[in-house]
């Protein structure tokens, strides 16, 4: 059997970042798929053709990103907005074109931010939804039955590190997971696209002594290829 390959598309801009965030996915995804990083902020790549990036992807994910902001509590011409917007219009091709032809689709942190963007879900700094390191999330009564997401325990941690927020439900989305800390914290769109707001190709980030280490959350990445991206 052919190796199943699997996309990741970062957006982040210092090499130590950069690498960071390939350990960890390479970590998650485990042996036995290819995976090809590219980076969003690449304005050399094709992104008006995005059946030339999936033409031999299994899977895509869209990394997380600690340099750039949908609003993140900045002024509105920061260059961290703009790129944003930027990002989002590179970016926006390679999402449809993946949810057309459903090709299993995983959006991390900004990659949930991005996705809710494109789709009219409102991304604000909501401070009260803002944080760093540990916390529950509670799965919904879809989530509880969800293809992905059902054999997880209804409440379970997971690591997450956002100053932006989802605040208003996308548009075709299914809500998975909540807490009053983190009111959209898993999504789904159709059948095979998912989109979290922590970050589950990470066990635990260490921001203190005290944070717990979120197994469940980390097995959502292998259950993700297992089920969709080799199936």
């Known amino acids: 059997m052919d190796m199943k390959k699997v996309l990741v598309v970062q957006s982040r801009t210092t090499q130590e970042r950069i690498e960071g965030e390939q350990v960890n996915f390479r970590r998650a995804i485990g042996e036995g798929v290819e995976i090809e990083f590219l980076s969003a902020l690449d304005e050399r790549l094709a992104w008006t053709t995005p059946d030339e990036f999936l033409e031999n992807a299994d899977g895509?994910?869209?990394?997380?990103?600690?340099?750039?902001?949908?609003?993140?509590?900045?002024?509105?011409?920061?260059p961290a907005r703009i790129m944003s917007l930027v990002i989002l219009s590179r970016?926006?091709?390679?999402?449809s074109f993946a949810l057309a032809e459903k090709i299993p689709l995983l959006g991390v942190c900004y990659g949930h931010q991005l996705?809710?963007?494109?789709?009219?879900?409102?991304?604000?700094?909501?401070?009260?939804q803002s944080k760093f390191g540990s916390f529950e999330v509670h799965l919904t009564?879809?989530?509880?039955?969800?293809?992905?997401?059902?054999?997880?325990?209804?409440v379970f941690y997971?690591?997450?590190?956002?100053?932006?927020?989802?605040t208003q439900m996308p548009e075709g989305a299914t809500l998975l997971a909540s807490s009053p800390i983190c009111q959209f914290s898993a999504l789904r769109y159709g059948d095979a696209a998912y989109t979290v707001q922590f970050h589950p190709?990470?066990?635990?980030?260490?921001?203190?002594?005290?944070?717990?280490?979120?197994?469940?959350?980390?097995?959502?990445?292998?259950?993700?290829i297992e089920r969709f991206v080799s199936s």
């Open 91 to 95: 970016t926006k091709n390679l999402v």
């Open 141 to 154: 009564e879809e989530g509880k039955s969800d293809p992905l997401f059902k054999n997880l325990p209804e």
């Open 158 to 166: 997971a690591q997450y590190a956002h100053h932006d927020s989802v």
């Open 60 to 78: 895509v994910i869209f990394g997380g990103s600690s340099d750039f902001d949908f609003h993140g509590g900045r002024p509105e011409k920061d």
């Open 201 to 224: 190709e990470v066990e635990r980030f260490g921001f203190s002594k005290d944070e717990q280490a979120s197994p469940h959350a980390a097995s959502l990445i292998p259950l993700w």
């Open 115 to 128: 996705i809710a963007n494109m789709y009219g879900g409102a991304v604000n700094h909501d401070k009260e």
